[in-house]
């Protein structure tokens, strides 16, 4: 094996990772929903629904108490599953969530993952890659709440990915959108007039097939919302922590980026804050973070259905960078309805545009609302259905 390159050899090892329990320990931030960790969660996505943000107003909701938003299990685990092919990029493809209850304050979980599948790819950009398929379940007190089932891109990069592309980027480097003092205003006008539907009832029978819900607005986006999701939401976990505790994880894990200024092992994650780290991995430049990303299709869905709705599936595929000063609009469309066991589901397309009209990111949503037939949400509800 070569280190930073994907090889047969490296190929071998990563398939005797398939069904083996996984050690999670640089993955995990928190290990319960607390006021506080819930609290800062909503801030690492710019959430303000008081269902979610203040701790006062879920007790006089269908709840009972505070909630969690449901992306909240990224700060539990962060899903990243990528075993072996040391020193080789990750990227985040996707991930899929069924959720079978709320998240309250102050439940507490543990979490059992497994990679699933290693799964060779070729494309122009390059000849050979692979896509990590992992199942990630979060149990509360013996019971299943959550599975995650995610999709990690392992890319050559650097010198590796120059040899393997023969030079050719598959994003090519671009300037920031430099915007007007009138798009920066509309902007900000769409932010400021997102609201929650909140208390107001979304009832079943008045969602029709076809309706468009309205979108989340995200950016333009700086560093500082890059920072603040890895202070809010997981550390520097993913990248074995500071100092120390960093070295020992390098030399468990053999896997860093060489600082060119300096010469020092650095962590890749650079690529999310420094144009030149994120052109090395073949991004175009400093780029944003697939969970964060994903945690807005969320923000997006749990405005529209209100306090008394359940986000039961949220399936994204990140497909194409968002760079630093790209704005992103997350958009939604109710393309079915549907009786699921005891609740009533409606089902929902997503996709995320940015300013130039790319489509960066889309996928499908399932949620639970209450029926004036048949009443409220049932919870909970199977995560993994019986055959």
Request: charged residues 25%.
């Amino acid at each position: 094996m070569v280190w930073g390159k994907i090889d047969d050899a490296a190929f071998e090892e990563a398939e005797k990772m398939v069904g083996v329990p996984l050690r999670r320990n640089e993955w995990r931030w928190f290990d319960q929903a607390s006021k506080d960790g819930i609290r800062h969660y909503c801030v690492g996505y710019g959430e303000d629904n008081p269902l979610y943000a203040d701790p006062e107003y879920g007790k006089n909701t269908v709840w009972g108490t505070q909630i969690a938003p449901p992306t909240f299990v990224f700060a539990i685990d962060a899903t990243t599953v990528g075993p072996k092919f040391q020193g080789v990029q990750w990227i985040y493809a996707g991930c899929e969530f069924v959720w079978g209850d709320q998240i309250r304050v102050n439940d507490e979980f543990t979490v059992t993952s497994r990679l699933t599948k290693n799964e060779r790819k070729s494309t122009e950009f390059a000849p050979l890659w692979v896509m990590q398929h992992g199942e990630i379940d979060y149990w509360r007190n013996g019971e299943l709440i959550c599975r995650a089932y995610n999709q990690i891109a392992r890319t050559p990069r650097g010198e590796h990915l120059v040899e393997a592309t023969k030079g050719k980027m598959k994003y090519e480097e671009r300037p920031s959108h430099n915007y007007t003092s009138e798009e920066i205003a509309d902007i900000e006008a769409q932010v400021l007039a997102e609201k929650p539907r909140g208390a107001e009832t979304r009832f079943w029978e008045d969602v029709n097939i076809g309706d468009e819900i309205r979108p989340v607005v995200k950016g333009p986006l700086t560093g500082t919302d890059v920072v603040g999701w890895y202070c809010c939401v997981h550390g520097t976990q993913p990248y074995g922590g500071t100092f120390k505790l960093v070295t020992k994880y390098r030399s468990r894990h053999n896997d860093y980026h060489i600082n060119k200024s300096t010469g020092a092992k650095d962590s890749a994650g650079r690529g999310h804050l420094e144009q030149q780290t994120g052109k090395d991995v073949g991004m175009g430049g400093a780029y944003d973070i697939g969970p964060q990303r994903i945690s807005w299709f969320q923000h997006c869905l749990t405005d529209w259905m209100g306090d008394e709705g359940f986000l039961r599936q949220l399936a994204t595929q990140v497909r194409r960078p968002n760079l630093l000063g790209d704005t992103t609009w997350v958009k939604a469309k109710v393309v079915g309805k549907e009786v699921q066991g005891k609740n009533k589901a409606i089902l929902i397309e997503t996709e995320a545009v940015n300013q130039r009209g790319e489509r960066t990111a889309w996928g499908t949503a399932t949620v639970f609302l209450p029926s004036r037939e048949t009443g409220g949400v049932v919870l909970p509800v199977p995560v993994v259905e019986e055959a």
